[in-house]
């Protein structure tokens, strides 16, 4: 069998969870496909999936704030690093959801995957199970100008560059666009050049970094998409498709 790992990363509230349970959802009901669903938040409460793997289970996170004294965001430092130190167990526990889909929630300190060295870590732990893709989101109610679109697909590239497996962006919440600016956010990478203002450094900065991304990131348009009305899906999928086709499966 082989299995497609789909790795959900994105800043704090982007809506990855969200989007692991409509995407599933919509996996099965469209596709039939089978999938599995992977929790690795372990400060999490409540999820709208039931998780077939769960982090929670191997991380204590309350304890590890009491214990250790530490605030919200070094205990979830604390307890990837404590994860990715479990290697061993968290791949027993991968190799055991034979799917054709395992779709992964990440915690939203997303400096976990593109700073630090736990991510990474964790990452090539699903990489010895089959090759795992990311959907990289970016949420549509901080993405509204030319500059915020280069930066959206910036992150996209360092995750790339972190992780060393392919990156899908996405614009999450796409249900919210009617009331936001209904803007330049959707384009194509090459049609940022050209379109960042009159002058000035900003904009000059804006023009390079957007030609940088023409040459490196996915030709892709970023797919909008919403956990709520499903929008989205489709092209997704599509993409995903094609990237898993493009690279081979590893199993
Ligand atoms: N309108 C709308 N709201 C969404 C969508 N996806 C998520 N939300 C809302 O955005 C908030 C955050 O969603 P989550 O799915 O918890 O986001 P997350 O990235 O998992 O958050 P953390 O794990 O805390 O980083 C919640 O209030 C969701 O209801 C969407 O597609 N449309
Ligand atoms: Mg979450």
């Known amino acids: 069998m082989n299995t497609r790992i789909v790795v959900f990363v994105g800043p704090g509230a982007s809506g990855k969870t969200s989007l692991t349970a409509a995407f599933s959802d919509w996996l099965v009901r469209e596709l039939n496909a089978d999938v599995k669903t992977v929790n690795l938040d372990p400060a999490v409460e409540r999820l709208p999936y039931v998780p077939d793997l769960d982090v929670r289970e191997l991380i204590d996170f309350r304890k590890l704030m009491s214990e250790e004294g530490l605030g919200p965001n070094g205990a979830m430092i604390k307890a990837v690093d404590m994860l ?17 889909y395992v ?17 990474p870590k964790v990452i090539k732990v699903l990489k010895r199970v089959a090759l795992p893709l990311v959907i990289y989101l970016n949420d549509v109610t901080v993405s ?16 790339r560059l ?3 497996v392919p990156v899908i962006p996405v614009l999450s919440k796409s249900d919210l666009l009617k ?3 209904k803007k330049t956010f959707l384009d194509e990478v090459s049609s940022l050049v050209g379109r960042t203002g009159q002058g000035g450094l900003l904009s000059e900065l804006t023009s390079e970094l957007a030609k940088i991304l023409e040459m490196y990131a996915i030709p892709t ?3 909008a998409v919403s956990a709520v009305t499903m929008e989205g899906f489709q ?17």
Do not use: W
Request: proline share 1%; hydrophobic share 45%.
């Open 84 to 100: 990715a130190g479990k290697s061993r167990d968290l791949l027993n526990r991968l190799r055991k959801l034979r799917a054709d």
């Open 103 to 119: 779709l992964v929630d990440t915690p939203g300190l997303s400096e976990l995957f593109l700073l630090r060295d736990s991510g």
């Open 144 to 159: 509204k100008s030319v500059s915020e679109t280069v930066v959206a697909y910036l992150m996209s590239l360092v995750a």
């Open 162 to 164: 972190r992780l060393d």
């Open 179 to 181: 009331r936001q600016l």
């Open 221 to 223: 348009r970023m797919i």
């Open 235 to 251: 092209s997704l999928y599509t993409v995903i498709h094609e990237v898993f086709c493009a690279c081979g499966d590893l199993t």
